[in-house]
């Protein structure tokens, strides 16, 4: 498609109000507009015949628009009154006349009357022209051209697309048609500039993907700021994409807002209880277990990587596992050039992770609560888990070059286990000696596993494939073999190969020392290796590739790092003052970075 061709987003766009200077054909054809004063689309776009198609899609949106508070939606989101959850209950359990039970259609509830009624009587306030005019000189509007949107969007489903919780053929009849959520669509973007191809990236004005990434970024946030989105589902949707961002600078918006966020409107949305229903003629079931199950992971990676999170879902009832059925089947007809279909692996991926968030959510909670029962007996179920885990899959080489799924999968196991079993270690020190030490070699074993895979991963060269869990656990695991190599209680023989893992390490975090996460842990090793003198390489080789909002903090990393709370930095050591209760150098680590405020005593 030609790049200069506007897209139907483009013209759409800005469907709740006037824009204040020309629409995007009027733009291109360099021709006076009066949108700002008829709205869109503008009187020259309607008399021109090339762009008929558009002022179609425009006026069939705008009538949309103004209906859609009239239409019944599946799966809509309950009142969130208590006195309209009554009113809502009690028509549930009256009895229905033979006039209305006629009158129902097959597979619909009792509420399908209610609850849009409610919706119409409690619509959210649409945008004043003032807060258009702010979106609008933002660029909230400004959608790239449709060719680089388009590389996006394959991208995303292509490459980005880890958590499947967009139900991909409807999100693509509503993209092609112009008609798709902007809020969702930017997270999209903000999500695939990781891995979108550099034409895209330019094409669009940016610098880099990290600068494209902020930017998609920002737009969203503006968009879910002014209540843009009405659709319960499409902001669920948005907000859990956007958790997997981390940008290069600490922002109050970071992933755990959004994952905090996707809880809250997952039960606004009454996933849960839809699920649990198994309400066959729900056609939109697959696509709701599937977002339940992913946020149920998300739940048990957050505590996992900071173990002082709270588990927000550890009290829910579990619904049944995720199998192959729960996918849609793909649409594989020759015009779809958007996406390929989602391949065996990319399914069983997601149920391994599943399953693998049951079993250490188990341990988790265990451990938290001081259970009586032997957590070594409950890390059983995840040796057997690892041993069939490549059949399930349907691997035969499990590190070949290009797959990316086992080994991400089995690093996640690892880093798990590595948490754990150092939790449980410094749990058990003073109090079961043979625990202690059962966990200690348990967690050189994970961190071991942990490197094999680096390893692999460093001589194929596809670690800017994988995503972001597993790019963050390089830090964590540099962080882990830091801490080996400053443990006095090791061998020296231990120590010296931590040394030597170091190395090896850094040489895998070369690979993305661009990435925002990793750009912004680096001065903190840095700092720390420079001064123990555990790296062989100068640290200066990193120097040149932090990203712009940390340039020009390294040389002041050690000062700042402990001055806020009057810490001499000469008396630190990165193996003291740990809490038993924190992950080392975590993925929450990571986002809440702040040379000027962190110390290291405080982040265990």
């Known amino acids: 498609m030609d790049c200069d061709t506007p897209s139907p987003q483009q013209n759409g766009a800005g469907k709740r109000g006037k824009p204040s200077k020309a629409c995007v054909p009027c733009r291109a054809r360099k021709v006076k507009c009066d949108a700002a004063v008829t709205g869109l689309p503008c009187s020259s ?347 399930k899959m349907g691997i035969t080489d499990p590190f070949h070059d290009g797959e990316i799924y086992y080994p991400e999968t089995l690093a996640v196991s690892y880093r798990f286990e590595a948490i754990m079993c150092r939790l449980l270690r410094r749990c058990w020190r003073s109090r079961n000696v043979s625990g202690s030490e059962w966990a200690k070699q348990r967690l050189r074993s994970a961190i071991f596993e942990l490197d094999t895979i680096a390893k692999r991963v460093l001589a194929n060269g596809t670690i800017r494939k994988f995503p972001i869990t597993f790019v963050t656990t390089m830090p964590a695991l540099l962080a882990l073999h830091i801490e080996t190599a400053l443990d006095p209680s090791e061998t020296d023989l231990v120590r010296s190969m931590a040394r030597l893992s170091i190395n090896q390490t850094m040489l895998v975090i070369d690979q993305v020392k661009d990435v925002p996460a990793i750009s912004r842990a680096l001065p903190a090793f840095e700092m720390v290796l420079s001064k123990k003198n555990l790296y062989s390489t100068p640290t200066s080789h990193f120097g040149s590739v932090r990203s712009p909002s940390n340039q020009g903090q390294q040389s002041e990393s050690s000062v700042l790092l402990h001055v806020h709370n009057g810490i001499d930095s000469s008396h630190i050591e990165l193996g003291e003052h740990l809490s038993p209760h924190g992950d080392f150098l975590g993925f929450d680590f990571l986002d809440r970075w702040e040379m000027e405020q962190l110390e290291f005593t405080g982040i265990y």
Not at 340 to 361: D, N, R, W
């Open 45 to 391: 776009c309607r008399a021109n015949p090339e762009d008929g198609l558009y002022v179609q899609l425009l006026l069939k949106r705008r009538l949309e628009y103004q209906d859609s508070t009239n239409i019944p939606l599946d799966g809509q989101s309950r009142p969130d009154l208590h006195y309209f959850n009554i009113l809502h209950d009690a028509i549930n359990d009256s009895p229905s006349s033979p006039q209305q039970a006629n009158s129902n259609t097959p597979g619909s509830r009792p509420e399908d009357d209610l609850i849009p009624r409610i919706r119409f009587w409690n619509k959210p306030p649409e945008l004043d022209g003032v807060d258009n005019e702010f979106l609008t000189k933002k660029g909230v509007f400004d959608l790239p051209a449709r060719c680089y949107m388009d590389m996006f969007v394959k991208t995303y489903f292509n490459q980005a697309y880890c958590s499947p919780i967009i139900e991909r053929a409807e999100f693509l009849k509503s993209y092609k048609s112009g008609n798709c959520s902007l809020f969702l669509l930017y997270a999209i973007f903000a999500t695939s500039a990781q891995f979108a191809p550099e034409e895209a990236i330019s094409g669009c004005g940016f610098a880099n993907r990290w600068a494209a990434q902020e930017g998609f970024f920002l737009k969203a946030n503006l968009l879910h700021d002014f209540h843009y989105e009405s659709d319960t589902l499409r902001m669920l949707q948005g907000s859990m994409t956007l958790g997997v961002i981390i940008l290069d600078h600490p922002t109050d918006r970071d992933f755990q807002y959004w994952f905090h966020n996707s809880i809250r409107l997952a039960v606004k949305h009454d996933v849960h209880n839809t699920c649990a229903r198994e309400d066959k003629s729900f056609k939109q079931l697959k696509l709701y277990r599937r977002i339940w199950w992913v946020l149920y992971c998300s739940d048990v990676f957050h505590s996992f990587v900071n173990t002082q999170n709270l588990q927000l879902l550890e009290n829910v009832p579990l619904l049944r596992p995720l199998n192959e059925d729960d996918w849609e089947i793909d649409d594989v007809s020759e015009d779809n050039d958007l996406w390929s279909p989602v391949s065996y692996q990319q399914k069983t991926s997601l149920i391994a992770h599943c399953e693998l968030a049951q079993i250490f959510g188990k341990c988790l909670s265990t451990v938290k609560n001081d259970c009586k029962q032997d957590v070594r007996q409950l890390m059983r179920p995840l040796d057997t888990w690892r041993t069939s885990l490549a059949e």
